[in-house]
């Protein structure tokens, strides 16, 4: 029985990556990416503060109950490219459609940046994204969705020295885990 999961987990991420995520990432997909968070209100002094990040351009996200994520990116520490990293989720339960969204996750500190590099990571059940939506004051975060004048309604922090955001690219989807994205890293 857990062939056969595993044989259809695999088959949605790979169907996930074909359909949502672009056939070669361009040097430019990263510079956008970058450029559209850097425009976001919340993440400034993340960019200003933080040990590094990992960008990813688009994410793929597709299923029907069970469900299947992919995306290829990039690690950077003190604004240097470090390595490339991939990203692939696993999920079951109440799930329809798919999206397309790009991703990054700040490293407060040396001891997160080593922690996602290790070769191996994984997100616990703790965590959480902060979703952005650029040009509008309107923010959805994994509790809810909020608009307003002023001030933004999700606040970002630090989880064990990380902190996620995510921008929705296109498509629809009823779920917003990060649990059980799982990163591979390889040092450039």
């Known amino acids: 029985m857990s062939r056969f999961i595993k044989r259809i987990t695999t088959s949605l991420c790979l169907l996930a990556s074909v359909m949502l995520a672009p056939q070669a990432l361009a040097e430019d997909g990263y510079s956008q990416a970058k450029s559209t968070f850097q425009q976001a209100n919340e993440t400034?002094?993340?960019?200003?503060?933080?040990?590094?990040?990992?960008?990813?351009p688009t994410v793929g996200k597709g299923g029907i109950g069970i469900g299947a994520a992919y995306g290829k990116g990039r690690v950077y520490r003190g604004g240097s490219y470090t390595g490339d990293t991939s990203l692939t989720q696993i999920s079951f339960g109440f799930q329809l459609g798919g999206q397309a969204y790009s991703e990054i996750i700040f490293f407060k500190d040396e001891a997160a940046y080593k922690d996602f590099t290790s070769g191996s990571f994984e997100f616990g059940a703790q965590a959480s994204a902060v979703a952005i939506t650029i040009g509008a004051n309107a923010q959805a975060g994994t509790t809810g969705n909020s608009a307003g004048a002023g001030k933004g309604a999700a606040k970002a922090a630090y989880i064990n020295?990380?902190?996620?955001?995510?921008?929705?690219?296109?498509?629809?989807?009823?779920?917003a885990?990060?649990?059980g994205q799982s990163f591979t890293f390889e040092e450039k």
């Open 177 to 179: 885990a990060l649990a």
């Open 161 to 175: 020295g990380m902190t996620v955001f995510t921008v929705a690219k296109g498509g629809l989807m009823f779920e």
């Open 44 to 56: 400034q002094k993340f960019f200003n503060n933080a040990y590094g990040y990992a960008l990813f």
